[in-house]
């Protein structure tokens, strides 16, 4: 495998553009998701992937393989993450759209029009809403560093060389996405009770 | 010396990695049950946010239209017609320098934003002063020193005598002048003109001669 994407690479710095879209094939996934768990919109994921992929086709003349391509690549990544932040502060339009569709009252109507939907399956929608709606309360560069220590798993160390912070206020920001989410899970109790209650509003039609 | 905030800061990184922590960490949780606790609680937390990234990812046929439209985007972008116009290296280094931010702490930011603005203040109180003296007529007393140069006059006194001539008599004839005029310059010495004749009044001759004998033609020869 690494020496067909040695072969890749080398054929996609000789500006054949096949081999570089076979490369892309093997890491749009990982790109794009660490985008949208990013920032949470699929259109501004899909934008930012893309961006992602068109400069590092452009810089690809400036790979020396020192590191393995995944991370080269998510170093192109986390500068054009930190630089669209810059450039354009999301609004964090997950906040109004996605985790808003992913309210009570949306997925127990889904529930109810798609009788084939398991209740693990919404009950794990419902976590999910609450996971976003945690992330979505802390800064941009704090969801960034939490996602590339949890979704990534790099190191402090890399991520502070990586995102141009101390490795204190990586951990920092990794412990306080951690507050946030047990303060959001622990709401999650008081929730599946009001579901329950919704949904027993439903059934008896009320 | 168990120390739950030094094991709290491990606790992240065992709650991700493998089920059975490392030997020293797990040394530490065997003496603390909070800190059992504590990881118990992150590694269901973290499973949690993993069934949630899941769940929210895109679905299996999402995929394949991503790749096209990359592909598309990719080529789109890349073709000549799309790339953009060669800047010169001038272009380019003007574009940096006007693009190109750094990072001020804010109260350097502040004292430089004070300072440059006492500095427009003072500019300006000091232009508008001069023309304010005019309008209200006031003077300005300015003391320069100037050099002056003098010029020193010498005054000479000097006392003529003059010979006064015979007087006229009634019948108004005036004798001729017999004698030259004498001038006599006050610190000044006698001396005959051209035209006056030699006289050898006051002469005395001297009762003891001196004689000097000249041999030769040479000066010094004696």
């Known amino acids: ?22 490369l892309a094939k093997e890491y749009e996934r990982r790109i794009y998701l660490l985008a949208f768990h990013y920032c949470h919109n699929a259109e501004d994921a899909e934008d930012l992937s893309q961006e992602v992929w068109l400069k590092a086709y452009q810089a690809l003349g400036t790979f020396r393989a020192e590191s393995s391509f995944y991370t080269w690549l998510r170093r192109i990544t986390i500068n054009c993450f930190l630089n669209h932040q810059r450039a354009r502060r999301y609004s964090w339009r997950g906040e109004e759209t996605e985790v808003h569709s992913l309210g009570l009252e949306s997925i ?10 398991s209740e693990t399956s919404l009950n794990n929608r419902i976590m999910a809403a609450r996971v976003m709606q945690a992330l979505s309360e802390l800064t941009p560069p704090q969801r960034l560093i939490f996602l590339l220590k949890h979704h990534e798993g790099m190191t402090y160390e890399e991520i502070a060389k990586a995102v141009g912070c101390s490795q204190g206020a990586a951990k920092k920001s990794v412990f306080r996405a951690v507050a946030k989410l047990r303060e959001h899970l ?21 | 010396m168990h120390n739950c905030k030094t094991t709290k ?75 953009p116009p060669v800047e010169n290296a001038t272009l380019a280094l003007l574009r940096s320098l ?18 440059f603005g006492l500095s427009i203040a003072f500019a300006m109180e000091s232009r508008r002063r001069p023309a304010t003296a005019v309008l209200s007529g006031t ?49 000044g010495s006698d001396e005959p003109t051209a ?3 030699i006289s ?8 003891d001669p001196k004689l000097t004998i000249i041999k030769g033609s040479y000066r010094d020869e004696k």
Not at chain 2, 32 to 39: D, I, N, T
Not at chain 2, 98 to 115: E, K, M, N, Q
Request: aromatic content about 6%; glycine content about 4%; proline content about 8%.
């Open chain 1, 1 to 22: 495998v690494a020496n067909n994407e040695n072969d890749l690479i080398g054929r996609a710095q000789a500006a054949d553009m096949e081999a570089f879209c076979l």
């Open chain 1, 108 to 117: 127990a109507n889904e529930y109810l029009m798609t009788s084939a939907n």
């Open chain 1, 186 to 206: 622990e709401i999650e109790v008081e929730t599946g009770t009001a579901f329950s209650s919704l949904q027993t509003k439903m059934q008896i039609g009320v």
């Open chain 2, 9 to 83: 800061e491990q606790l992240i990184e065992a709650a991700r990695g493998p089920a059975m922590p490392s030997s020293p960490l797990l040394e530490e949780l065997e003496r603390c049950p909070a800190c059992r606790g504590e990881l118990a609680s992150l590694r269901s937390l973290f499973r949690v946010t993993d069934l949630a990234f899941e769940s929210t990812s895109p679905p299996e046929n999402f995929w394949p239209g991503h790749h096209a439209r990359l592909k598309q985007s990719l080529e789109r972008e890349t073709s000549p017609a799309f790339l």
């Open chain 2, 98 to 115: 006007f693009t190109t931010s750094i990072r001020v702490p804010i109260p350097l930011a502040a004292v430089l934003v004070v300072f």
């Open chain 2, 139 to 187: 003077s300005t007393v300015v003391t320069k020193t100037l050099e002056v140069p003098v010029i020193r006059d010498r005054t000479v006194t000097r006392v003529v005598y003059r010979d006064r001539g015979p007087r006229m008599d009634s019948s108004g004839f005036r004798p001729p002048q017999l004698a030259r005029n004498r001038i006599k310059i006050a610190g």
């Open chain 2, 195 to 197: 035209n006056s004749p």
């Open chain 2, 200 to 207: 050898l009044v006051g002469f005395k001759p001297t009762s």
